[in-house]
């Protein structure tokens, strides 16, 4: 088996990933990772703070998400290469923190995995026992889309995401669906906002609940940043990783605005705030059975895409890892006939099945967005040295983001907020993951990186950056 | 800059290395879970025979769980169990001593070691 980083160039052929991806290949990435988080996951929020909370935090992380896709875009469309932010911690901040960044991608993205397969699982066990089925136990769902999907991994990105673009396409369809099927033009008819969020009730904790909300409310987005994974996969970076990117956001945003309205105008914010299926169950409360099946399906297949995304990428932040060796190099091998990083698909496969056997769906959640948010943290000060290092003219970007330092600001501030929003009922296990981060950096800088080449870890075709 | 050559690992220290990282991540995931740091216990306020109106439903809202199947009994855990935003300053400051110094760590050796990375990549030269 031909391994990227153990074959000589000079005596056997290097085997690399496909290009074959467009913009609507990124954008099923992205949206079909996300998507999920507005059919569970988002709801936690109203539980910290109440309904208007969910949709105060809606709005503002979604201006977090905002900067994190234009920061992403002008980034990676200039440094396109698998592992996405990996790749550009690697050749802007250095080792240790590319390091670190892929340790954040593959918690991210396995987490969420878990999350997806939980969420499936939980759902189809739950209608089928509202149907008459006696006995019923998730963990049989959880292999099953766990396994099949990380076989579709291993068979080829380019059927992959093509699947994944079909079924996000669904599952926001029955959004878009059950948004018009409870005629938002007449409050009062099916929707009754006015009688479910009310002055004594909007935000029961006050303001620090709006505060505490922002944790779940990185849920309306979380993965969007995801599309950076296909950099190596794409026919033209420059033009298919911002539309992509840029497309799904907005995408996203009006899938938030209109999942909130829906849902915070059928459940009791109290409801709202602790089910797994805000949308399956705002379809319950309808009382309309096409909606409920619809929804239904929605969440599954949502799940499902969401899944199957979050292997793509976990699986190619992992073989980066090991491409440059800060991994045993085992991990480099493309497969020779599907060109896919078949082995690390298959080694973070027994991980995720293990946490979705011993973790329930907000403490998987959680553990993604910790994850995800020492990744933002990460990306608001990036792309600052990214400026510094090469200002704009020094080298050719396939896209410029608008009014920089400013996103990068917001982002930076958003992000102490939202530790802060952890810290009110999870803090302790921020704090233990970050000891975690800290432990396996000085494994790795004192240790592990003795393996790595030096020169070879800037690839790019740039000058020498600025102050060096 | 001379050409740094790193050393070749044997197959046995790979394997250890991947054990490492496995113990580390099952670790770091999984012990939070057996010590019952994750989620927080909220506070229940405590209501004896619960009906919608102690546990002050609207009429509009009382359609709505009622639709979903529920009554005041089984409404009343998800209405009644309230998170508690007391904050412990002392929590808080470690969490904050935690991420800075690890962000500040994280920086300041990757620093040292892209220098090394430019050094052998570019030499003296522009």
């Known amino acids: 088996m031909a391994t990227a980083a153990e074959t000589s160039p000079s005596t056997v052929q290097k085997i690399s990933l496909l290009r074959v991806l467009g913009p609507a290949h990124v954008w099923a990435l992205g949206v079909g990772i996300v998507l999920v988080g507005e059919f569970t996951g ?34 990676t469309s200039t440094v396109a290469a698998a592992g996405g932010q990996y790749a550009q911690a690697k050749h802007i ?18 987490m969420l995995e878990v999350s997806d397969a939980i969420l499936a699982g939980d759902l189809i066990t739950q209608v089928a026992t509202e149907n008459g089925a006696v006995g019923l136990n998730h963990n049989p769902f959880l292999v099953l889309s766990i396994v099949v999907l990380a ?33 938002p033009w007449s409050q009062g008819v099916v929707l009754k906002l006015g009688e479910m969020v009310t002055p004594e009730n909007a935000l029961p904790y006050g303001w620090i609940g709006v505060v505490a909300a922002f944790q779940f409310g990185i849920w309306y987005y979380l993965g969007i940043e995801g599309t950076t994974q296909a950099a190596e996969e794409v026919r033209s970076p420059a033009r298919s990783l911002p539309y992509g990117t ?42 309309s059975p096409i ?12 799940a499902l895409a969401s899944a199957n995304g979050c292997i793509n990428d976990a699986g190619r932040a992992w073989f980066s890892l090991g491409r440059d060796r800060y991994l045993p190099t085992w991990f480099s091998a493309v497969h020779p006939k599907y060109r896919t990083p078949y082995r690390s698909i298959l080694f973070l496969m027994p991980i995720a099945l293990a946490f979705a056997f011993i973790s329930d769906l907000n403490q998987a959640i959680t553990f993604s967005i910790l994850s995800g948010l020492l990744q933002y943290t990460f990306m608001s000060i990036n792309i600052i040295m990214f400026r ?49 981060y800290i432990i396996v950096s000085l494994w790795f800088h004192f240790y592990r990186y003795q393996y790595v080449r030096r020169g070879d870890q800037f690839t790019m075709p740039w000058p020498k950056p600025r102050g060096y | ?60 809202q009382v359609a709505q769980w009622e639709k979903l199947g529920y009554d005041p009994a089984k409404a009343y855990g998800e209405i009644q169990n309230r998170y508690d935003y007391t904050i412990s300053w002392g929590n808080l400051g470690l969490m904050i001593v935690v991420i800075g110094g690890y962000f500040v760590f994280l920086f300041r050796a990757s620093d040292k070691e892209y220098r090394e990375v430019i050094a052998e990549k570019f030499g003296d030269g522009k």
């Open chain 1, 42 to 75: 988002w709801n936690f929020s109203a539980d910290k703070g109440g309904a208007l909370a969910a949709l105060i935090v809606c709005w503002l992380v979604g201006l977090l998400y905002t900067s994190v896709a234009m920061i992403d875009s002008e980034v």
């Open chain 1, 93 to 110: 901040v250095g080792p240790l923190m590319a390091f670190n960044v892929a340790l954040y991608l593959v918690f991210a993205y396995t």
């Open chain 1, 151 to 183: 076989w579709l991994n291993y068979r080829g990105i380019l059927m992959t995401l093509n699947i994944n673009f079909i079924i996000t396409a669904l599952a926001y369809a029955s959004i878009v669906i059950l948004f018009f099927s409870v005629q």
């Open chain 1, 246 to 287: 840029m497309s799904g956001m907005i995408t996203l945003l009006i899938a938030a605005a209109l999942t909130w309205y829906v849902a915070a105008s059928l459940l009791p914010w109290q409801h709202l705030g602790v089910t797994f299926f805000p949308l399956y169950d705002a379809a319950v409360a309808t009382g």
């Open chain 1, 291 to 302: 909606l409920k099946f619809l929804m239904f399906w929605g969440t599954v297949l949502s």
């Open chain 1, 388 to 436: 510094n290092k090469w200002p704009l003219g020094s080298i050719r970007r396939g896209y410029t983001h608008p009014f920089h330092p400013l996103p990068a600001v917001v982002l930076l501030v958003l992000c102490v907020v939202t530790y802060f929003a952890v810290f009110l009922g999870f803090g302790a296990q921020l704090t233990a993951m970050v000891i975690f």
């Open chain 2, 1 to 60: 800059m001379a050409k740094y050559t790193p050393p070749e690992q044997s197959k046995a220290m790979q394997f250890v290395d991947i054990a490492f990282l496995l113990i580390a991540i099952f670790a770091a995931l999984w012990l939070p879970l057996k010590a019952g740091y994750v989620g927080v216990s909220k506070v229940e306020e405590k209501i004896d025979n619960p009906t919608w109106e102690s546990l002050k439903q609207t009429p509009g």
